[in-house]
């Protein structure tokens, strides 16, 4: 598969104006990065059509989107011109309220799927819990003929979610997200490759650029020194990326964690010192 991985630095944005104003600028580099040859798919971080934080969450009624608005219409202009599947991050007004979602328009312009976060954070420098409402459905889509998941930032702590997943054959774990340099910076890497080699998937975690956010990771599925991880830097960066299901079958094969896997690990006893009850 080939990807366009796109880190940018997000300015302020208040007013739809703003936002329309950056979309107008990140659609054309977008075209522009794709204007040889067009990939299979375009990847933007959490939240890409806005500014993160306190400020524009307050701003949300002027820039949310219900996939009928401005927002989705850029995108979807987009996706068709160059004839590609794009994955956009947004603030989407629905029927329970809003979430934070990560939308799929595919190579005709038309609505491929949505992703609501699962897990909306409230500690350190995130402050979502209180502006918007978690998802209640997954999602996996076949892109240019892989299995393709969505999580969502902190969707990532909560292993139960990678594995309910990762059984539905899922090849590409795309992970946008909004990495500010908190405490919980310092763990995300290496949850990244943990999850990555754990279910044998490729992950995709995309950030947004800047001083304090930045270091996008690409992981493959399994990770050693001849197969290292891509940490992308604070800088903005549009990465180009070739995924191969032979490095699946590889990791695979050589560590075979679905052979050896046992099912049987919640019916086993817990040792005790001393005699068992009867």
């Known amino acids: 598969m080939e990807l366009l991985a796109c880190q940018p630095v997000i300015p302020p944005t208040r007013c739809r104006g703003d936002q329309l104003a950056w979309l107008g600028r990140l659609t054309r580099e977008i075209a522009a990065r794709c204007a ?9 971080p959490e939240l890409a059509s806005m500014e993160y934080g306190g400020g524009a969450f307050a701003c949300l009624g002027d820039l949310d989107d219900d996939l009928q608005g401005p927002v989705f219409e850029r995108f979807a202009e987009l996706a068709r011109r160059l004839g590609c599947t794009i994955a956009y991050g947004t603030a989407r007004r629905g029927e329970r309220g809003r979430h934070i979602s990560q939308v799929l328009v595919g190579p005709d312009g038309a609505l491929a799927g949505v992703y609501d976060k699962l897990h909306c954070a409230q500690f350190g420098a995130s402050a979502e819990a209180p502006h918007f409402t978690p998802g209640e459905s997954l999602l996996v889509v ?34 946008p997200v909004a ?19 754990e279910h044998q998937q490729w992950w995709l975690s995309l950030n947004r650029a800047g001083e304090a956010w ?16 891509l940490d992308f830097g604070p800088e903005e960066r549009w990465q180009r990326l ?13 560590l075979p964690l679905a052979a050896d896997r046992r099912d049987d690990l919640a019916g086993l006893p817990l040792w005790r010192h001393g005699p068992r009850d009867a």
């Open 242 to 254: 070739t995924l191969s299901k032979a490095a699946l079958a590889e990791a695979r094969e050589r």
């Open 142 to 175: 076949d892109i240019a003929g892989w299995r393709v998941e969505v999580v969502i930032c902190y969707d990532l702590r909560f292993p139960a979610l990678a594995g309910r997943l990762a059984a539905e054959g899922v090849e590409l774990v795309l992970h």
């Open 214 to 229: 930045g270091h996008s990771l690409l992981c493959p599925p399994l990770m050693d020194e001849a197969h290292p991880t």
């Open 179 to 197: 990495f500010t340099r908190d405490f919980s910076f310092a763990s995300w890497h290496a949850f990244v490759t943990t999850r990555a080699m």
């Open 36 to 44: 040889e040859t067009t990939p299979d798919l375009v990847v933007l």
